[in-house]
């Protein structure tokens, strides 16, 4: 454990300064993009400012939010598949030593390969709609799932074991008692590198060949050098991003009993 | 502390080991003998202490017990009863206290109650009562990282002792706690085991606890592990403090002491 430095002094305003931290440095630099760019003579085209990416957010709120729902509603779905599927795979590692040789090895292996590389192969073999981008979003998704969630279940102290099975537990109620929520944790840091990647994976895929979503949209403003357009998308994926990890952190909250450090 | 309801009372199973051995495969692929030929009997409400140096199998033969682990030649019964699984009338304590930290310090007593599908409701008031006994009484709604390791080992015993168990094993339940709290931890269990007074196997690598405790101390050798001596402790019942001084108690001590250094545990000073 690091020691902080002994002769600091714990100060009254130590604990605000810390909370107003990161929105202060936010602001700053949110204040330096918008009063540096027109001082420094960039055109709006090479680099618009904060607030006139706003504003063209809020003018075509209509048409942003659109492509928002589908970009939305693919990384959901890849992401929801992804789970159910990386959670059953990590239990079929960790129970069964054969899958586990079998498994594990190409596991890695996928993990490897480029999945931007598999974006155009994924239209050859499902076309334009939804379900390539799904696809991708659920494989960037899968692997931080399936590895975190077998390296929870594998963390438990063996003597856990041993405790509920001198109770006369069997494998289930060991399961549901003991393995499962102490691998809770684990799993949720899974879920929520997973689903920082679902987005990724969706718009990677819009970017290949689509019709709709922010990856398509970005690429349309790039074409037709709408610099401000392709930074409002950009900045509405990244808020996608942030919501949803949120949204799992608020659902980590009321499953996981948040572990104190014992005195 | 001695208030204990006539219901509280367990009687003690009593145990029979015969002719035990345990062979362990080591990763390379040879043999190892941990427990050799154990034979002993334990009677019912007995408190039997086993003391051995580390390594000498002594938590083997406890695992054996517990029904954690098959032994591979032998048998080992519990009230006749030969044991092949572990048996619903024994209660382990470990090492470490083991309770779960996402669970309160009640909800942590009542997990065997959980895992035998007994009624909850019942065993709640004896959980309680177990708490009281133990000096955490209001504690039950605290999580385990708000206690003291001696009071989450505390824990850990009520939450074996709620079965009422008619055999608690004890696996050195002390050996991870400082020296003042496991002073006050044997003298609170012996409280504990005079008002349950079921059948108590305890495994420790003091003499002085094996001696203050028990009304048997077993003494073990080092590996593969057998029992040297086999020594009845009469000390009268509750031992205080003060026994520790008696000519007896130090005289049972210096005889364990000499088995150990005959071994080569203990050298001769």
Same mark, same amino acid.
């Given at each position: 454990m690091?020691?902080?430095?002994?002769?600091?002094?714990?100060s009254y305003?130590?604990?605000?300064l810390?909370?107003?931290?990161?929105?202060?440095?936010?602001i700053?630099?949110?204040?330096?993009?918008?009063?540096?760019?027109p001082l420094?003579?960039?055109?709006?085209f090479?680099?618009p400012t904060p607030?006139?990416?706003?504003?063209r957010?809020?003018v075509?709120?209509r048409?942003?939010?659109?492509?928002?729902?589908?970009?939305?509603?693919?990384?959901?779905a890849?992401?929801?598949?992804a789970?159910? @599927?990386?959670?059953?795979l990590?239990?079929?590692?960790?129970?069964?030593?054969?899958?586990?040789r079998a498994?594990y090895?190409?596991l890695?292996?996928l993990?490897t390969i480029?999945?931007v590389?598999l @974006?155009?192969?994924?239209v050859?073999y499902?076309?334009?709609?939804?379900?390539?981008?799904?696809?991708l979003?659920?494989l960037?998704a899968f692997f931080?799932i399936v590895?975190s969630?077998?390296?929870?279940?594998q963390?438990?102290d063996k003597?856990m074991?041993?405790?509920?099975r001198?109770?006369?537990a069997?494998?289930?109620?060991?399961?549901f008692k003991?393995?499962l929520?102490a691998a809770?944790?684990s799993?949720?840091?899974?879920?929520?590198?997973g689903?920082s990647l679902?987005?990724i994976?969706?718009?990677?895929?819009?970017?290949?060949?689509?019709e709709?979503g922010?990856?398509?949209?970005?690429?349309?403003?790039?074409a037709?050098?709408?610099?401000?357009l392709?930074?409002?998308?950009m900045?509405?994926?990244a808020f996608?991003?942030?919501?949803?990890?949120w949204?799992l952190e608020?659902?980590?909250?009321?499953?996981?009993?948040q572990?104190e450090?014992a005195k | 502390?001695?208030?204990?309801?006539?219901?509280?009372r367990?009687?003690?199973?009593?145990?029979?080991?015969a002719?035990?051995?345990?062979?362990? +495969?080591?990763?390379?692929?040879?043999?190892?003998?941990?427990?050799?030929?154990?034979?002993?009997t /334990?009677d019912?409400?007995?408190?039997?202490?086993?003391?051995?140096?580390?390594?000498?199998?002594?938590s083997?033969?406890l695992?054996l017990?517990?029904g954690?682990?098959?032994?591979?030649?032998?048998r080992?019964?519990?009230?006749?009863?030969?044991?092949?699984?572990?048996?619903s009338?024994?209660?382990?304590?470990?090492?470490?206290?083991l309770?779960?930290?996402w669970?309160n310090i009640i909800?942590?007593?009542?997990?065997p109650?959980?895992?035998?599908?007994?009624?909850?409701?019942?065993?709640i +008031?004896?959980?309680? !009562?177990?708490?009281? *006994?133990v000096?955490?009484?209001?504690?039950?709604h605290?999580?385990?990282? !708000?206690l003291?390791?001696?009071?989450?080992? &505390?824990?850990?015993?009520?939450?074996?002792?709620?079965q009422?168990p008619?055999l608690?094993?004890?696996?050195?339940?002390?050996?991870?706690?400082?020296a003042?709290t496991r !002073? *006050?931890?044997i003298?609170?269990? *012996?409280?504990?085991?005079?008002a349950?007074?079921?059948?108590?196997l305890?495994?420790?690598?003091?003499?002085?606890?094996?001696?203050?405790?028990?009304?048997?101390v077993?003494?073990?050798?080092p590996?593969p592990g057998?029992?040297d001596?086999?020594r009845r /402790?009469e000390? !009268? &019942?509750?031992r205080?403090?003060?026994? &520790?001084?008696?000519?007896?108690?130090?005289?049972y001590?210096t005889e364990?002491r000499?088995i150990? +250094?005959?071994?080569?545990v203990?050298s001769?000073q």
């Open positions: 690091a020691a902080r430095p002994p002769h600091r002094k714990k305003w130590r604990p605000v810390e909370s107003i931290a990161s929105p202060t440095l936010s700053v630099i949110l204040l330096v993009w918008q009063v540096g760019v420094a003579g960039i055109s709006d090479i680099l607030i006139a990416i706003l504003e957010i809020a075509d709120y048409m942003i939010l659109t492509h928002s729902l589908v970009t939305v509603l693919e990384t959901l890849g992401f929801a598949i789970s159910v @599927a990386g959670i059953a990590a239990l079929a590692i960790f129970y069964s030593r054969v899958f586990e498994v090895p190409l890695v292996a993990q480029p999945k590389a @974006a155009p192969l994924l050859l499902l076309g334009y709609g939804f379900a390539p981008k799904c696809f979003a659920l960037l931080p590895i969630t077998v390296v929870g279940l963390g438990l003597a074991i041993d405790l509920v001198s109770m006369g069997n494998e289930w109620q060991t399961f003991i393995r929520p809770l944790p799993i949720f840091g899974g879920l929520k590198v689903i679902a987005v994976g969706a718009v990677i895929g819009e970017y290949v060949a689509a709709r922010l990856g398509y949209l970005q690429l349309q403003a790039g037709q050098f709408d610099t401000t392709s930074f409002a998308a900045i509405v994926i996608i991003g942030i919501v949803l990890f949204a608020i659902c980590e909250r009321r499953a996981v009993f572990r450090p | 502390m001695t208030s204990t309801s006539a219901s509280a367990t009687h003690g199973v009593r145990v029979v080991i002719d035990t051995r345990k062979v362990y +495969e080591t990763r390379d692929g040879g043999e190892l003998l941990a427990v050799d030929r154990v034979d002993l /334990i019912p409400g007995e408190f039997v202490s086993i003391v051995g140096p580390s390594g000498c199998g002594k083997t033969l695992s017990v517990a954690l682990s098959p032994p591979t030649s032998g080992i019964t519990i009230d006749g009863e030969e044991v092949k699984r572990p048996h009338k024994v209660g382990v304590v470990f090492q470490t206290d309770l779960l930290y669970r909800d942590n007593i009542l997990l109650i959980e895992i035998k599908r007994w009624p909850r409701r019942k065993h +008031e004896r959980a309680n !009562e177990l708490l009281a *006994q000096g955490l009484s209001g504690f039950g605290k999580f385990p990282s !708000e003291s390791g001696g009071m989450r080992q &505390r824990a850990a015993i009520c939450r074996a002792l709620v009422e008619g608690l094993l004890m696996d050195e339940p002390f050996g991870a706690l400082d003042l !002073e *006050q931890m003298a609170d269990l *012996q409280t504990m085991w005079l349950v007074n079921n059948t108590v305890f495994i420790t690598h003091s003499i002085e606890e094996a001696v203050f405790l028990a009304d048997r077993l003494v073990m050798s590996r057998h029992i001596l086999d /402790i000390l !009268e &019942r509750p205080k403090w003060r026994s &520790r001084a008696e000519p007896k108690f130090i005289a001590m364990i000499e150990f +250094e005959a071994q080569g203990l001769k």
